[in-house]
Structures are given as C-alpha cells and as structure tokens.
C-alpha cells in the first residue's frame, strides 16, 4: 500500500538522465564507492548496534570520507541509507547472511544531496546529470528524497513526492473482480468482463531460463568465459517473465479502476491473502510462483491506484465465493465444467460469474446504506456494449510515475 500521512499519497517520478560524458566514469565511480561504503556501513552498525544518525556518524564519518572518499553530504546519507537497511534487517526475525548489496543505486537526500536545476540533477559534490525526459504531472509538488540507480547501463533518479490524497465518491454500486489462475472476472449483476492473465506466456520464459540453467550446470560448460554470458542470459529470461506479469497487473488494474471511476462504482477485490499462503506451502515450482507473484501485483497495483483516483475499495472474505448461492445461499451443485446450480432456487451459472455475484452481495452487505442510490444495481451509466470500448491503459499509471 502507499505510504504517506492520512491526506497525503506517496509516490515516485522516474526521471531519465545522463551524466555528461565526461563525467559518466566519476559518477560510476562514485557510485561504485558508495555501495563498498555502504556494505561497510551496514556491517559496523549491525556489529556496534549503531542505530542513531549520532552514534553512526561518529563510527563512520571519517571512514566514509577518507576510506572511500564521499563527499561530506554522500557519506550523510550513506550512514542514513546503512541504518535503514541495518534495521530492517535486525527486525526480521527470520534474517539470514548480513545483507550485502550488490546493485549501483544510490540514497539523496534533496538539497543538500541532490538538487534539480534546469535541466540538470546536481549531486553533492559537484557531479551534474542532464536530466532526459520525465513525468511532468507532478511537477508542482516539492522534491523530497531520491535514489539514483545504475541498471542496464542506464541511469535513472526515484524522485519521492508527497502529493494531496483524492476525496473517493459515494458509490453508486459495486464493480467485483474474482481473480483466478486463468483469468480475472470484473463485473456486476449487470456487466461481465473476462480478463485472460499472462501465467503461460511469463511461463515461457521462466521455462527458457530453467533449460539454459540445466543445460550449463555440467561441468562441460563452466568455463569462465562462458559463464558470464549464460548467466546473464537466464537472468534476462527470469526478468522478462517478472516484467510480462508487472506490466499486465499495472494495466489490467488501470482497466478495473477507470471502468469504476466511470460509473462512480465501488472496487471489491476478495482477500487473497490466505490464498497466497495456502499456494506457499505447495512444492515449489515456477507456475506456482508466477501465480502467486500475479495475485501480490494485482492486488497492489488496485489498492494503489483506488488511491490514486479517488476510487472507493472494498476487501471481502473469499471463503465460498464460488460454491454458495448468490440468490438464496444454498450449497451450489456443479452440472458441468464449471457450472453450477442452485438446488434450491434454480439459478444456474458457470462458476466465475457466481463469484461475481457472491463478491457484489458481500460488499453490498458489508457497506450497508453507504450507497449513493438504492437503486445502485440498476447500472443505468454502463450499458454492456460500452465494453468494449475500454480506455486505454496509461503507460506508467502508478507509484512509478
Ligand atoms: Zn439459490
């Protein structure tokens, strides 16, 4: 969930940029010596349990200066960036090895660590970026801290911003989304839409990096100047399987929210925590983890932009979403794939669209008279064919600007 204080959202703008080029070698360098700092860091603090800015400075300041030569407000932020990640560490209970980070990415406090100028990012100690492109939306709001990040031999600046919580309408109605393996199910009493979810094209992939990993693991193949290569291949293919199930979670929770917000609904997603668990304790196995990573980004990516737009959200329990009666609560018997019928009251459905109806019921009962109208079922606003003509998911619509 986002952060932020109760009227207050938090949330990241990326910027491109480029050092000169000159300079691009100093700023890897620094870079490179502010992750060596900050290991060291984390390693002192954990040993003498320094976990105030005071106690820190005076064990490493110096050090941090002299030994690896940051600049006065780098080796700040350094100790800063060091006793979070200390701290975090000593409260997991179930920590392993001592953390050790390996990636080039870099903590700023703005002004003095960084400041934006123009075109330009300006760190401390004199290193300018020139700024690429950017999200302009949020241009209004102060700069606060930021991360400066060295992947894929690009750079790029997390600039944090706090920026006003929107009000959230009164419903006029639920829109219910039932999240399954194969598809999400979005939809009402009235309305049905069917989402297909990328498990099996993210499996491709996952598939692709397993057959490189088996096929190298012999002894054949572990010459050094192969290795590197292989690696970062079956890297390459875990990334893309993790970025095909990103990419659809952001745009397929872009989808439900802006459907939502045009009809001034209400967004009920069913807890899936207890689901996730239960998928945990199976035996390990790519498409389990896919499915399980597909769930956490979904969810996250509707709670975040429910936020964001100002779209009310509801959480029901999914315990027998799909086995119950909608209409009268009967146990449901199943006539075929995945239909099923109501002994009781005749109403026969194939399983998803029961679900549907069982998660509307749910947060209907769990908001009471908080709906805008009674007659909020009607769906007067959203005609079925409309449907078709979904608004087109934003490139970056969410904490990642
Ligand atoms: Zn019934």
């Known amino acids: 969930m986002p952060a932020g204080g109760e009227g207050e959202l938090t949330l990241t703008v990326r910027m491109r940029v480029s050092p000169e080029p000159e300079q691009e070698e100093a700023v890897l360098d620094l870079m490179k010596r502010y992750r060596d700092a900050l290991n060291y860091s984390v390693r002192v603090i954990i040993a003498n349990r320094a976990l105030s800015l005071g106690k820190a400075h005076r064990l490493l300041y110096n050090d941090l200066r002299e030994r690896f030569g940051l600049p006065s407000r780098v080796a700040q932020d350094c100790y800063r960036e060091a006793i979070a990640i200390a701290k975090s560490w000593l409260s997991n209970p179930r920590r ?21 100028k123009g075109d330009y990012v300006e760190l401390a100690g004199g290193y300018r970026l020139r700024i690429i492109g950017w999200d302009r939306r949020y241009d209004d709001f102060p700069n606060r801290e930021a991360r ?13 911003k706090r920026v006003p919580r929107p009000a959230k309408y009164a419903p006029k ?20 839409q069917r989402i297909v ?29 192969r290795r590197g290569v292989i690696r970062r291949r079956i890297r390459h293919f875990h990334r893309k399987a993790r970025n095909i199930i ?11 929210i802006s459907l939502a917000r045009q009809s001034q609904l209400a967004v009920v997603r069913e807890d899936l925590t207890g689901l996730i668990e239960s998928l945990r304790r199976l035996p390990k196995d790519h498409r389990t983890a896919l499915i399980v990573l597909g769930y956490r980004r979904l969810a996250f990516w509707i709670d975040w932009q429910a936020e964001k737009n100002g779209v009310p959200l509801f959480v029901v329990d999914p315990a027998d979403t799909s086995s119950t009666c909608p209409r009268c609560g009967t146990k449901l018997v199943e006539v075929g794939y995945r239909r099923l019928r109501c002994p009781n009251c005749g109403l026969e459905a ?20 908080s709906l805008a109208t009674p007659t909020a079922l009607q769906m007067t606003d959203v005609s079925p064919n409309r449907w078709g003509n979904l608004p087109r998911a934003g490139r970056r619509p969410g904490p990642v600007m």
């Open 173 to 192: 109605g639920v829109l219910a989304v039932d999240i399954n393996e194969r598809q999400i199910v979005v939809g009402n009493s009235g309305v049905e």
């Open 350 to 369: 194939d399983r998803d669209s029961i679900a549907i109806l069982n998660i509307e019921r749910r947060a209907l009962n769990q908001m009471g008279g």
């Open 96 to 116: 392993g090895n001592k953390p050790t980070l390996k990636s080039l990415s870099m903590w700023l406090t703005h002004e003095p660590g960084y400041r934006v």
């Open 197 to 225: 979810t990328p498990i099996e094209r993210a499996l491709h992939y996952r598939r692709l990096a397993e057959r490189l990993q088996e096929k190298y693991s012999s002894s054949r193949y572990t010459a050094w100047r």
């Open 246 to 256: 990103e990419d659809w979670a952001r745009k397929t929770s872009f989808m439900i």
């Open 148 to 160: 400066l990040v060295f992947r894929d031999g690009r750079f790029d600046l997390y600039v944090t």
